[in-house]
């Protein structure tokens, strides 16, 4: 079998098909929750401390005026960017939180399906010719 068709009968099966869309679906989502904490979250924390743009607190590691913005105090040196760290890491707990009560949910979803039909009674003639090969091996 040539590589192509290798390629090609992995590319289609199932698994590989709903990771494709999952990896899509949750680059948008992450996309959403981006905004959520940049846009919506951040810009009240950032009120709260100072009323500033939080992703752009640093610390100047290079002497630089603290009243600059992060990316002009960046061409002028090395700075500690913590505000920025900070937006990141609570973006991540988001939508590490997010995911745990989608699982969650899915999880509880599962108990509570029905069992799975449980197998056919075998049938009463097939039971008796079970006896009758089973004396007769006796």
Known sequence: MGMMQEFKAFAVKGNVVD???AVIIGAAFGK??????QDIIMPIVGK???GLDFSNYYLALNNQDPHLTLVEAKKLGAVLAYGNFITIALNFIILAFIIFQ???LLSKLKKNDP???APAATPEDVLLLREIRDSLKK
Do not use: H, K, Q
Request: hydrophobic share 65%.
């Open 115 to 117: 069992p799975a039909e």
């Open 19 to 21: 990771l494709a869309v």
């Open 102 to 104: 989608m699982v969650r």
């Open 32 to 37: 959403i929750v981006d905004s959520l904490v």
């Open 48 to 50: 709260i401390f100072g």
